[in-house]
């Protein structure tokens, strides 16, 4: 079974800064798509980040500038490095991978993680 692990979340003032770290373990044979996405109170969840096995990386537009995504392909295991945190960061974050394979046609299989808590405030 394939599980994917958070750490990092917390408490953070604004301002500041904060790492999220995911790993994934399990029977999987590659992480095509790494990401990471969020879901703040009575709001919808939202794409914050992604990044690709080649390393091309996405941004959602509140976030451009000020988060990093990156991944160890070897390791399977990617992070989220958020500066100048703002208060409408506040939610809960969620690791996302993609495996995406080819039989006839190509099959998208998605695997999230348990969510951490990230709150900005003063």
């Known amino acids: 079974q394939v599980q994917l692990v958070e750490s990092g979340g917390g408490l953070v003032q604004p301002g500041g800064s904060l790492r999220l770290s995911c790993a994934a373990s399990?029977?999987?044979?590659?992480?095509?798509?790494m990401g990471w996405y969020r879901q703040a109170p009575g709001k919808e969840r939202e794409l914050v980040a992604s990044i690709t096995s080649i390393g091309s990386t996405n941004y959602a537009d509140s976030v451009t500038g000020r988060f990093t995504i990156s991944r160890d392909n070897a390791k399977n295991t990617w992070a989220l490095q958020m500066n100048s945190l703002k208060p409408e960061d506040t939610a809960v974050y969620y690791c996302?991978?993609?495996?995406?394979?080819?039989?006839?046609?190509?099959?998208?299989?998605?695997?999230w993680g348990q969510g951490t808590q990230v709150t900005v405030s003063s």
């Open positions: 996302h991978a993609r495996e995406l394979r080819r039989f006839t046609v190509v099959v998208t299989t998605d695997y």
């Open positions: 399990g029977s999987i044979a590659s992480i095509n798509i």
